[in-house]
Structures are given as structure tokens and as C-alpha cells.
């Protein structure tokens, strides 16, 4: 089911609003979490929230259920020069987390190493070195299959210039050799693992590919795609992607690049439909890109997680587009620099967002979207002159609390409602029968 947008009586398209309690009105809450550097973030399904991060030379781990205000935090242990990190988590609730260690002693043997450790269900923790190389690691990303085993990417050398893109994954929990996946890759990568265990990698590449995507099942590459064909930047600088998919296993994937010539790295975001790209501006920015991060809500739609720096100061924001309709919520102001941020939802529907701003922050936002429509859409058809049609709307609250629907109107006389007001209780449904009436020349 898709948010509620539209019926459709004769052959024309008319929109159906709903008045009710949106919780889109309501402030974020912004937490300091910690002290500490480079957060990284997994939010289970029921909104449990579980952060690693650094400090003092150290590993740290934070947890919270949704409906918790405090944070339970623990040392993971010492682990210095850490310049990454990525967690996730496997069905048996294993919070996998690989980490890059970088040593800039220019003497030093193997001064990149990659380091992987679990945080069990029980809270133990453990850390073994699983890569090691004269170059750093960098822009890691981390996702895990169905049947817990794990797919690593990230970039063999300094992001801020062409480098190799590497992936490996694990078979019976023992890590493979990594493989090449691209040649010259830039700045970032993301993957996501998708419900049939195949793998969807965006990146870039600014020798004449910009934005890239790439899909894998297995040890079997599909081509890379190119995804906006006449891509273009600013001064290509923080170019940041991600990638997800929706129920379909269809790519979503954020980036940052210019629009009608403009040389500004705008929030952008692109999806992949029948074979075929299609792509658009999320929001405006500058000569520089952004930090940004994608997700499909419960709900279907597209969210974003980022930092908006054409505001002054910067702004973290969280952006949704309903229909045609952009959703902007200004999650916090602040003065500094931030290469990351992390955005995630859970079940039901709420955003999780943490970043970096001289400490480690975290703000918990309510859903934007609370209802959803079976069908989506309601077609009439073509009524003859004075016919009546009636059709029945089944409206969802998705949300995990009681909402209350004030009205439900159309500007539209010929429409009727056999209700316009209730409340809804958390994953209750409401059928509405909806009635047309033809008057006048068909039409």
C-alpha cells in the first residue's frame, strides 16, 4: 500500500486530501550521545537503535530502545587511528562491525587494516584484523544477507582521489578474498543487500562515468550502469551516495550533482523503473556536496538524511517526498564539518538520523507519513450523466499510536463520503465507501 494520493473519476485525476494529526508538525528530539567521532548506526524493526563509534583511542557501543531516553554505553576496548567505521546487524542479532585503522607513520609496515568484530546478543565483544595493506581503507559500507552471512565495499586507497573500489563477503562466517569491483572510483561507495541476498553498489567515478551503479548476485557482477548519463559537479568535493531498495528490490540511490548546468553539487536521487534510470533535485546546494543517506519508508516513499550546508549555519535535515510534494523537516542548526551522516527507519515508520558534530548526535523523528490507501488509487471509470459509482477505500494507520482523521474532502461536489471523521488505533483500518455521481457532459 502507497500513502493516499488520488482517485480517478472519468479520465480525469483528483486529488483526495486527508486533515488529520500528522506528527510531521511535531520538533525532533536531538540527543548528545557521547563524546566521540565517526558514528555509525543499525536500527532494528522495532526501533531499537544501536550506535559504534570513537573515542579516546577506543571503540564505543550505544544502544537505546525507541521509547528509552537514557543510552546504555560500554568500551568496546582500545583500537586506535580508526578512520571508518560500519556496522550491521544478522538475524541472530549479531551487530557485526568492521572498522579502518590508519596509521600515518609513513615507516610503518601495513599502515591500512581493516579490523571486524561482533557485539553479541550477551554483549560480548570480540576483534580480529582481517586486512591489511600499505594504503588506507576508506568510505566502508557494511550489510548482511538473510541467512547471516556479510558483503564489505569500500575504497583501497585515499577517497580524495581515483582509486580501487574492493568488495568481499563472507561464506560459512570465514571472510573471502575481496575482489575488484571498479577501478577508479571516487570519494564514496555504498552497498545494500537486498531480500533475495543480491547486492546493489552506487559510487562515482569522475574520469567520465559520474554517478555509477553496479549489481551483484553472488560472485556474479552485472555491468556498470551508468545512471545520469550527462552527470556533471561542482568542485567535487564530499561526494557522497547511497543506495537502498523497496519491497520490489528496486535501486534507490542518492547523490549529489549539478542540475541544468548550474556547477553545484545539488542533493539529487535517482531509481531504477523497468529497466530504465530516472532521476531528480532533492534539495538545493553549493559548490560542494553533502553529506547524505536514502531510505524507503514502511510507507513506500523516498527519505533523506543530510547535512544542507547552502544554509547558514548548516542544517541537518530530513526530507520526504509525498506525491509531488516535498517534506522538509530542519532537524538541527550548527556550525562545524561533517563527512557522514546516518539515517535509518524502523517498522514503524519512525526516522533514526546520527552524525558527527563535535560529539556524537542522534535525533529521533516521528513518521511523516502516517496513513496508507488500499487501493491506491480509485478508478471510476466513465460514468454516464446522473450515474452513481461507489467505491471502497481502506485506510491504514501504519503508525504505532491512535489517529485521530478529522475530515476527508475533495474539491470535488460529485464525490461523497459514507464517513469523514475517526480515529484510527496503531495498525487499525477504517473502510470508507466512496460515491461519484456523474452531472453534466461526461467527463
Known sequence: MKPLSIVRAATAAVALALTCQLACGQDPAVQTVDSGDKPAMFVEGDGQAHLVYT?????????????????????????????????????????????????????????????????????DFSMKQIRASRVEFESLTLDGTSDGELYLAYIRGSAHSPHPIMIRHTSGGEWQEDVLVYSQGYNSVDLVVDSDNNVHLSFYDLSGGGILYNFRTGD????????????????????????????????????????????????????KKDGKWYYEKADIGLSTGMPNKIIITPSGVPGFGYIHNPSDPDQVRY???????????I?????????EIE?????????????YAGDVRYALLQPLVLITSDPDLLDFGVPATNESRTLALTLKNISDRTVAVDNIAINDPRFSFSTSSFSLQSQAEQTVQVRFTQTGADG
Not at 236 to 260: A, H, K, Q, R, W
Not at 331 to 339: A, D, F, I, Q, R
Not at 343 to 355: F, L, Q, R, S, V
Request: charged share 25%.
Open 55 to 123: 573515542r579516546d583511542n577506543k571503540l564505543w557501543y550505544a544502544t537505546k530502545t525507541r521509547s528509552a531516553t537514557e543510552w546504555q554505553i560500554r568500551d568496546l576496548g582500545s583500537c586506535s587511528d580508526i578512520n571508518d567505521i560500519a556496522v550491521t546487524m544478522t538475524p541472530d542479532r549479531k551487530l557485526h562491525v568492521v572498522c579502518a585503522r590508519y596509521n600515518n607513520d609513513w615507516n610503518a609496515d601495513n599502515r591500512g587494516r581493516l579490523m571486524y568484530g561482533t557485539v553479541q546478543p550477551s554483549g
Open 220 to 271: 556474479e557482477a552485472g555491468p556498470i550502469e551508468k545512471i545520469e548519463p550527462d552527470w556533471a559537479g561542482g568542485q567535487m568535493e564530499t561526494m557522497v551516495t547511497s543506495v537502498t531498495v523497496n519491497s520490489l528490490n528496486e535501486p534507490f540511490v542518492s547523490y549529489v550533482g549539478s542540475i541544468d548546468n548550474d556547477y553545484l553539487e545539488n542533493l539529487k536521487y535517482a531509481w
Open 319 to 329: 526530507s520526504e517526498k509525498e506525491g509531488e510534494t516535498w517534506q522538509r523537516k
Open 331 to 339: 532537524v538541527e542548526s550548527y556550525t562545524g564539518w561533517t563527512t
Open 343 to 355: 539515517t535509518e527507519t524502523d517498522d514503524n515508520g519512525y526516522i533514526h538520523m546520527a552524525w
